[in-house]
C-alpha cells in the first residue's frame, strides 16, 4: 500500500518535472528567435551606420574642395581689390 502510494507521489512529481522541463524549452526556443531577430536587427543598423560615416567622409571632401575653392578665390579677389586677406 505504501509503495503503491509512493509510486502516485513519484508520478506526480515527474509530470511537474516534465512540465517544468517543456516550459524551459519553450523559453529558450523564445529566446532564440528573439535573438535572431536582434542580431538581424542590428546588423542592418550597422550596415546603415556605415553608410552614413561613408556620407561624412564625402561631405567632409566636399567641403574641403569649397573651403579651398573659397580661400583661392577671395586671396584672388583680394589681390585685385588691394584689400586684407580673410581666412576661411
Do not use: P, W, Y
Not at 573651403?67 to 577671395?74: A, G, I, K, P, S
Amino acid at each position: 500500500m505504501a509503495s503503491d502510494e509512493l509510486k502516485i507521489v513519484l508520478e506526480d512529481v515527474k509530470e511537474k518535472f516534465d512540465t517544468v522541463i517543456e516550459a524551459v524549452n519553450r523559453v529558450r526556443e523564445t529566446l532564440e528567435r528573439h535573438e535572431q531577430k536582434n542580431d538581424e536587427q542590428f546588423k542592418k543598423i550597422d550596415m546603415e551606420f556605415l553608410g552614413i560615416k561613408k556620407d561624412i567622409r564625402e561631405l567632409r571632401g566636399d567641403v574641403n574642395g569649397l573651403r579651398e575653392d573659397l580661400t583661392d578665390h577671395r586671396e584672388n579677389t583680394e589681390l585685385h581689390a588691394g584689400g586684407k586677406r580673410k581666412k576661411a
